[in-house]
């Protein structure tokens, strides 16, 4: 039986480790134990994971801007996918946000994760072509 409840840092361990395992999972610097403590003290209440046997089997971070939510690295292990466990913890953290008035939710899919894209198409996500990603990075500039 998969549990389901609200991501702790005292999961971070289990959840980098279930990333790290993820195709397609782009990790960064921001993916720290100390930046997603920061994250999910911002964001509380949030995030979610999946437990079988109390072994993290699924991790969704998820933040908001105050005005759109956004889910950031959605994993299940790849011995349990096609279970529902993905769609149960996109439901949850769409209903989270709802909850406190968040009505729109964002998220990106790298260019080559098709089977990602594939898995959102079925839960009614679009994508959106009028948008482009750009990103300045403080680091990377600080002589600017």
């Keep these: 039986m998969i549990n389901y409840r609200v991501m702790e840092i ?3 361990e289990d959840v980098i480790t279930l990333w790290r395992a993820t195709e397609h999972m782009s990790l960064r610097d921001a993916d720290s134990r100390a930046n997603i403590s920061a994250y999910l003290d911002r964001n509380p209440g949030l995030s979610f994971v999946a437990l079988f046997n109390e072994q993290v089997v699924g991790a969704l971070l998820v933040g908001t801007d105050g005005r759109r939510g956004y889910i950031q690295h959605l994993a299940v292990s790849a011995d349990l996918r096609g279970k529902g466990i993905g769609k149960r913890l996109v439901g ?11 009505m729109k939710t964002h998220l990106f899919v790298l260019n080559d994760n098709h089977a990602a894209q594939n898995f959102y198409a079925k839960l009614d ?5 009028e948008v482009t990603m750009m990103t300045f990075n403080h680091s990377d500039n600080l002589n600017v």
């Design 92 to 102: 949850m953290c769409v209903d989270a946000l709802a909850e406190i008035g968040i």
């Design 125 to 129: 996500w679009y994508p959106r072509n």
């Design 10 to 12: 005292q999961d971070y």
